[in-house]
């Protein structure tokens, strides 16, 4: 029999609620806390947003990171119906889309909602020129999605390091992929109660622990062509 121990009392504080501050992800707050280190990821890499790049769902981060070496900017969704679109495809079935085609892959939280993940990161291999560069995120801890079907249809998955890994690994040499995780069991609570980024300083921000990721963050390059 496990004998009762001497422990301190927890105080719950502002935590102390069986609701989320925010059911948005904060957005009615301020800037999400996955998006602080999707923009700060994305930013670290913005010299491979150049030539031809495909983003999802609209062309914001390409806008904001691309410059002068962005020479064309198409957007993918699955929805016919999203006025940013201009290539309609399931990423997981997207083989009616010419491959070989795009510099650079922008790829923001997208692979959980998509339920043939492997299939998905296949094809976005396969749309990259050879040489070009996948800038992926994905979450490891998040509320379930509720656009697109919600608990039913629109949310599969959360991943840990060791499954992007392997995930990646297959359409890509290893060499040439790079996992990027972040970052504690405070920001995993926050934004899962739905504070802010602002809700948080900078400590608490920056601080890493892999054994409580909120997000992965994957930059992947397709390998040289038959010609080098």
Known sequence: MNESRQREPINWGDLARLSPVSSVWGTDRGLPVDRHYINRFLSDHRADIRGRVLEVKDSGYTKWL??????????????????????????????????????????????????????????????????????????????????????????????????VTRLFHQPFRPEDVTVETYRNVRVCAAFLYGFATEDLDESTLTFNDPWFPLIHCIRAKREPGPCG
């Open 66 to 163: 691309g410059g002068a070496e962005v020479s064309e900017v198409e957007v993918l969704d699955v929805d016919q119906n999203n006025p940013h679109a201009t290539l309609v495809a399931d990423l997981a079935r997207a083989d009616a889309l010419e491959g070989n085609q795009f510099d650079c892959f922008i790829l923001t939280q997208t692979l959980h909602i998509i339920y043939d993940i492997h299939a998905a990161v296949r094809e976005a291999a396969r749309l990259l020129k050879y040489g070009g560069v996948l800038l992926c995120t994905i979450p490891a801890v998040s509320r379930v999605n509720y656009e697109d079907g919600g608990l039913e249809t629109g949310d599969y998955w959360r991943l840990t390091r060791a499954a």
